[in-house]
């Protein structure tokens, strides 16, 4: 996922269970008020929980940080190695309706996740995100359930025409909501030109996007990183 050689800091995380799937998160840092904003963070296809955790160093510490673990298991690597829903790698798509397998597992362990981390969660502040197969699952999540949050982060999305009509049947909740969308131009992938399309989407519906390009492959270097964090830090009140 990232350009760096050096792996995530996992310093102040812990591992938790909600409502079926394991989360590691990062409580806030301090807990001045009574509820806490919040980020929820999704892998990628072949990945884990622990590998969104480059992005936190970036992130203001009044969030609180829920990285969840796919539930499939994709391969043996003793690191972790877990999916969402099957994809053909070739071309980066699925089946239809795939995201939908672990989706209703998803909002049902989002919902858990208060009581789980012992925490409210502020509902004006409530964002999520992820990279590559993790921003598919984030977009379907908003499509169905755009009113539980706030905004959305976006990395290395593999379009496709299924998503891009979850989005605009949920259109008239979405108009306006914020989303940060950031693509490599440089895919290893045959998704270089996907940042494009999802935008054109996204702009279509009227959404507050902010669209990023860079020239790297399927993958987030600092500066992607420090721009997705310039673009949500100043949103936490």
Request: charged residues 20%; hydrophobic residues 35%.
């Amino acid at each position: 996922m990232s350009q760096e050689n050096s792996g995530p800091d996992f310093s102040d995380t812990s591992l938790i269970e909600a409502a079926g799937l394991t989360y590691r998160v990062r409580r806030p840092e301090a807990i001045n008020q009574p509820t806490v904003p919040t980020i929820v963070m999704i892998h990628g296809y072949g990945a884990n929980d622990g590998d969104v955790y480059e992005l936190v160093p970036y992130y203001d510490r009044r969030l609180l940080i829920a990285a969840p673990r796919g539930p499939g298991l994709y391969s043996a690597d003793p690191r972790g190695s877990f999916k969402w829903y099957d994809m053909d790698l070739q071309t980066c798509q699925a089946e239809p309706g795939a995201p939908d397998q672990n989706l209703p597992l998803l909002l049902q362990s989002l919902e858990a996740l208060p009581s789980s981390v012992n925490l409210e969660i502020d509902p004006s502040q409530f964002y999520i995100g992820g990279f590559s197969q993790g921003a598919v699952m984030s977009l379907v999540a908003v499509s169905a359930r755009p009113e539980l949050f706030t905004g959305v982060i976006c990395h290395s999305c593999p379009y496709s025409e299924e998503l891009a009509q979850r989005l605009r049947g949920a259109a008239d909740k979405l108009r306006g909501k914020p989303f940060f969308l950031a693509h490599g131009m440089n895919d290893f992938l045959p998704i270089a030109e996907h940042g494009r399309k999802l935008a054109e989407v996204l702009r279509e519906i009227g959404a507050d996007l902010t669209y990023k390009e860079y020239e790297f492959g399927h993958e987030t270097s600092e500066q992607s990183r420090r721009d997705m964090a310039a673009w949500l830090n100043p949103r936490l009140k």
